[in-house]
């Protein structure tokens, strides 16, 4: 199982970046994947998640409207695409993989219930 996520680097407060996230090695009809990150100091914590068949997308409040997430079941493939970004925003972000259930559960938001982890890409907001 391989969680590959890419896409990160230095933009300025306002602009926009779009992270991916490959997986393998899962059948990702029973997984849903979250995207979390990691500030410099401070605790993991959740930004989005997505069933794969789409159907289901939750956002934290603090990016709700300004980033979107999808996938694409061809590419094996989520997207983070992160809008109006900010000095906030600057974080190491992970994706993970975790039962389906996670989603209509409601507990997307709990990192500890993913099972797979990628090595994550850094994110970077100057202002």
């Known amino acids: 199982v391989q969680l590959q996520a890419s896409g990160g680097g230095l933009m300025q407060a306002g602009g926009s970046l779009r992270l991916s996230c490959v997986a393998s090695?899962?059948?990702?009809?029973?997984?849903?994947i979250g995207w979390f990150r990691q500030a410099p100091g401070k605790e993991r914590e959740f930004v989005s998640a997505i069933s794969w068949s789409g159907n289901s997308i939750y956002y934290a409040d603090s990016v709700k409207g300004r980033f979107i997430i999808s996938g694409d079941n061809a590419k094996n493939t989520v997207y983070l695409q992160m809008n109006r970004l900010r000095s906030e925003d600057t974080a190491r972000y992970y994706c993970?993989?975790?039962?389906?259930?996670?989603?209509?559960?409601?507990?997307?938001?709990?990192?500890?219930?993913?099972?797979?982890w990628g090595q994550g890409t850094e994110v970077t907001v100057s202002s």
């Open positions: 090695g899962l059948e990702l009809d029973y997984y849903a």
């Open positions: 993970a993989a975790g039962a389906a259930n996670l989603l209509s559960d409601k507990r997307y938001y709990s990192q500890r219930l993913y099972d797979y």
